[in-house]
């Protein structure tokens, strides 16, 4: 069941629960008066389902009974709910002038659903109308209640639209909901405790499902199989070859695919496509064409969100056959990324052509940009990318960063600190998954909302990556860095000249990097 939440916005914050006066109506008086209401041949149901039940409540109630989107013809109609409401003892009186989306701060509605203490929490968020009323009964002395929420456009004149819902459990209160740098809804930060729950509880467990695109929620074992197959007919394939092999790939695993597994499918497409950094020959274009066109075809009829994925994937990669000033743009971009950062590629034997991308950043932003270095077909990388500091004050430091590098067992692949000697921390091997920068956030996910304390939407994003997979990314330390020149350099290295290792995987990345004084040199030393 589609609710509120999964139309808006922004973000889960501070709870704030307000006082639970004495109700005078009963339920049933409600219930009947809104059935009343949604029968009218004034009414529409535009989105919902309405099924009002008198019946006893039990101990698991269903999550909501009734919640559904209207429009109403007739203002006196809806205005005749609205008194109803307003005549009752009532949550939520300082939302009568609620204005709705673009203010800093907004609001939703939490119920928990399910077994006293076991249940899960559900959301409505107070946006997209301009006033809400909210009426809770009191069904048990255990604390069992009954909320009925209002929400609907402004009155004077012509069409209303609203949304009417029906909760029935514990704990209800009403939440803060504050603005993030980004959208995210209700339905992610949900997925995103039930991936901290699943990491915190058995973190060798498979999550069951992997958020795809704020909506989509398929099979992780099928994504994971989508995206590793991609990467078993592309290895050491670059460029056009690589990327016809991986199209022609997911065109065979859509001719069976469910609507869901074709949601995946084509959330792997628009990533690959949009990744893509060769401008294509008109000639390449069509030879891809026609595997684009299959695919889209088979999802039509599908949800539209699923047949964007597949309209944009065409749209994009077509666009790469004239863009003739992108590569350009995009090498100016990447220097300019490595002079913000203020690093250096000293070695890249054996590796492509790019030294910097974005796409695959921990936090899920596919803007962010991050050092990078693959292996070509058939080639064993050697690279370094360094920093140098000239002018630190003596003492001890400490050095963090966030670094990944693909599956194969000890990779030799190393975060470094070089002052009076070289200081090597390996990269853990994870690959395109997991990852303790992951790890840590979905646990610190899952223990806010445990504790129910205000849950960090940076927090939310990174336990999201990839579907809620993580993209194999690790914090790095090096701790007991002496300096006493002023002099450090430190980096990322998988050149065996420097480390003494042989590079034993194809790519790695790295980012983040923050140095620290920590403390004073000796007292003899100073």
Not at 33 to 62: C, M, N, R, W, Y
Not at 110 to 119: C, D, L, R
Not at 430 to 449: F, L, S
């Amino acid at each position: 069941m589609k609710r509120i939440a999964q139309l808006s916005i922004l973000l889960l914050g501070l709870f704030l629960a307000l006082p639970i006066k004495a109700q005078i109506f009963e339920a049933e008086g409600i219930q009947k008066a809104i059935a009343q209401f949604l029968k009218d041949k004034h009414v529409t149901i535009t989105e919902g389902s309405f099924d009002l039940s008198i019946d006893e409540f039990t101990d698991l109630p269903k999550d909501s009974v009734m919640s559904v989107k209207f429009t109403c013809k007739d203002t006196k109609l809806l205005k005749k709910l609205v008194n109803l409401f307003e005549e009752q003892e009532h949550w939520a009186e300082d939302y009568h002038n609620y204005t709705g989306p673009g203010n800093e701060m907004t609001r939703a509605f939490k119920a928990t659903i399910g077994p006293k203490g076991k249940g899960h929490n559900t959301y409505c968020v107070f946006t997209f109308f301009q006033n809400t009323r909210i009426l809770v009964f009191g069904l048990g002395a255990d604390g069992f209640k009954q909320a009925f929420l209002l929400l609907w456009n402004d009155l004077p004149k012509g069409e209303k639209q609203g949304f009417i819902s029906q909760k029935i459990g514990y704990d209800m209160e009403i939440v803060k909901i504050e603005k993030g740098e980004d959208e995210i809804t209700m339905d992610s930060v949900r997925t995103a405790i039930k991936v901290g729950e699943t990491v915190k509880n058995n973190p060798k467990q498979e999550i069951d499902t992997t958020y795809i695109d704020g909506k989509w929620a398929v099979s992780t074992k099928y994504h994971i199989k989508v995206l590793r197959a991609m990467d078993h007919v592309s290895d050491y394939y670059d460029d056009f070859p690589g990327l016809s092999n991986k199209i022609n790939e997911l065109v065979n695993l859509s001719k069976k695919a469910s609507e869901t597994e074709l949601a995946s499918i084509g959330f792997a497409l628009k990533r690959e496509a949009s990744r893509y950094e060769r401008l294509l020959t008109p000639e390449e274009y069509a030879l891809i064409w026609k595997g684009l066109y299959a695919m889209e075809t088979k999802a039509k009829g599908c949800d539209p969100q699923i047949q964007d994925y597949f309209k944009a994937s065409e749209s994009i990669l077509k666009g790469k056959v004239n863009e003739s000033v992108r590569l350009e743009y995009h090498d100016t971009k990447r220097h300019q990324f490595l002079c913000d950062i203020g690093f250096t590629v000293t070695k890249n034997d054996g590796g492509r052509w790019y030294y910097a991308v974005s796409g695959k950043h921990y936090t899920g932003n596919p803007e962010l940009e991050y050092l990078d270095a693959c292996a070509d077909e058939d080639g064993v990388l050697r690279y370094t990318a360094e920093h140098k500091e000239t002018n630190l004050k003596p003492g001890i430091y400490k050095l963090t960063a966030a670094g990944r590098t693909s599956f194969s067992g000890n990779t030799g692949a190393f975060i470094f600190a070089k002052a009076e000697e070289l200081l090597l921390k390996e990269i853990p091997a994870c690959d395109d998954r997991g990852g303790d920068i992951w790890r840590d956030a979905a646990i610190r996910v899952k223990e806010a909302d445990e504790k129910g304390q205000q849950i960090s939407p940076g927090d939310v994003r990174i336990a999201l990556a990839n579907g809620g997979m993580g993209y194999g990314w690790n914090r790095i330390v090096i701790d007991d860095i002496v300096v006493r020149d002023g002099k450090l350099t430190y980096g990322v290295s998988c050149d065996k000249d420097f480390t003494g290792r042989q590079f034993t995987g194809r790519w790695l990345s790295a980012v983040d990097f923050k140095l620290e004084r920590v403390g004073e040199l000796p007292a003899n030393e100073q």
